[in-house]
C-alpha cells in the first residue's frame, strides 16, 4: 500500500511539473509563484518544489522580476526531436515540391521567428528557390509566418504574400493544425507568381497530411 501511495504522489506531481512548464510556456510575458499557485490549484510551496526540480533540470528559470520562464534545456529538448519532425514531414513536402513546382519547406516556431526545420526542391524545374533550412524571419512577415499566426487564431486556410522575405519571391503557406505542443507551418516559394487556388489546395492537403504524420 505504501509503494502505492508513492507512486501516487509521484505521478501527480510529475503531472503538476508537467502542467506548470505548459503554463509557463504559454505566457508570453512570464507568471510569477503567485499566479502559477492559483493556475495549478496548489500553495505557494509546492510551486516552489517544483520551480527548484525543474530549474535543476533547465526547464524553467526566473528573470530579474522573479518571474518564471521557460530555460535553455527545454530549446535543447526541442532541438533533439526537430530532426524528427522533418523525416516525419519529408513525404508530404518532396510532393508538394513536385505538385506545386516549387520549393517546398516545413516552418515552425523559435521564439517570435519562423525557422525553416525542412527543405525540399522540385526535381523538375528549370529554377526555383534555393531556401536554407535553418532560415530565420520574423512571424509578421512572409506566408510561413503569417500562416502560423493565422493558426493560432483558428484559421486554417492558405496565405498568399509577394515579396516580403525577399523581392520577386512569391509564397504560399498554411499552418499545421492539431499537433500537441507544435506550431509549424507548411509552404512553397516560388520565383513566379503562384495559382493561389490550386496550390492553396495543395499546401493545404500537404499540411494535413504532415499533422496526420506527427500526430
Same mark, same amino acid.
Given at each position: 500500500?505504501?509503494?502505492?501511495?508513492?507512486?501516487?504522489?509521484? +505521478?501527480?506531481?510529475?503531472?503538476?511539473? =508537467? @502542467?506548470? /512548464?505548459?503554463?509557463? %510556456?504559454? *505566457?508570453?510575458?512570464? &507568471? #510569477? $509563484?503567485?499566479?502559477?499557485?492559483?493556475?495549478?490549484?496548489?500553495?505557494?510551496?509546492?510551486?516552489?518544489?517544483?520551480?527548484?526540480?525543474?530549474?535543476?533540470?533547465?526547464?524553467?528559470?526566473?528573470?530579474?522580476?522573479?518571474?518564471?520562464?521557460?530555460?535553455?534545456?527545454?530549446?535543447?529538448?526541442?532541438?533533439?526531436?526537430?530532426?524528427?519532425? +522533418?523525416?516525419?514531414?519529408?513525404?508530404? =513536402? @518532396?510532393? /508538394?515540391?513536385?505538385? %506545386?513546382? *516549387?520549393?517546398?519547406? &516545413? #516552418? $515552425?516556431?523559435?521564439?517570435?521567428?519562423?525557422?525553416?526545420?525542412?527543405?525540399?526542391?522540385?526535381?523538375?524545374?528549370?529554377?526555383?528557390?534555393?531556401?536554407?533550412?535553418?532560415?530565420?524571419?520574423?512571424?509578421?512577415?512572409?506566408?510561413?509566418?503569417?500562416?502560423?499566426?493565422?493558426?493560432?487564431?483558428?484559421?486554417?486556410?492558405?496565405?498568399?504574400?509577394?515579396?516580403?522575405?525577399?523581392?520577386?519571391?512569391?509564397?504560399?503557406?498554411?499552418?499545421?493544425?492539431?499537433?500537441?505542443?507544435?506550431?509549424?507551418?507548411?509552404?512553397?516559394?516560388?520565383?513566379?507568381?503562384?495559382?493561389?487556388?490550386?496550390?492553396?489546395?495543395?499546401?493545404?492537403?500537404?499540411?494535413?497530411?504532415?499533422?496526420?504524420?506527427?500526430?
Amino acid at each position: 500500500m505504501e509503494t502505492t501511495a508513492r507512486g501516487g504522489e509521484t +505521478a501527480q506531481t510529475l503531472d503538476r511539473g =508537467l @502542467r506548470l /512548464l505548459h503554463l509557463v %510556456a504559454d *505566457a508570453p510575458g512570464g &507568471l #510569477t $509563484v503567485t499566479e502559477a499557485a492559483n493556475r495549478l490549484g496548489v500553495g505557494r510551496a509546492a510551486v516552489y518544489r517544483l520551480v527548484g526540480a525543474l530549474a535543476a533540470h533547465g526547464m524553467l528559470r526566473r528573470d530579474g522580476a522573479g518571474r518564471l520562464r521557460l530555460g535553455a534545456g527545454v530549446l535543447q529538448l526541442a532541438r533533439r526531436a526537430q530532426p524528427l519532425l +522533418a523525416e516525419g514531414a519529408l513525404p508530404a =513536402l @518532396r510532393r /508538394l515540391a513536385e505538385q %506545386a513546382g *516549387a520549393t517546398a519547406h &516545413l #516552418t $515552425v516556431v523559435e521564439g517570435d521567428e519562423g525557422v525553416a526545420l525542412a527543405v525540399v526542391e522540385p526535381s523538375w524545374t528549370s529554377f526555383h528557390v534555393a531556401y536554407r533550412t535553418g532560415a530565420r524571419h520574423p512571424l509578421g512577415r512572409g506566408a510561413a509566418g503569417r500562416a502560423i499566426l493565422g493558426g493560432r487564431a483558428g484559421a486554417a486556410g492558405p496565405v498568399s504574400t509577394a515579396g516580403e522575405l525577399q523581392p520577386g519571391a512569391y509564397g504560399v503557406a498554411a499552418p499545421v493544425l492539431g499537433v500537441p505542443g507544435l506550431e509549424a507551418s507548411v509552404g512553397v516559394v516560388a520565383l513566379a507568381p503562384l495559382d493561389a487556388e490550386a496550390v492553396g489546395g495543395q499546401v493545404l492537403a500537404a499540411a494535413t497530411a504532415i499533422a496526420a504524420a506527427l500526430s
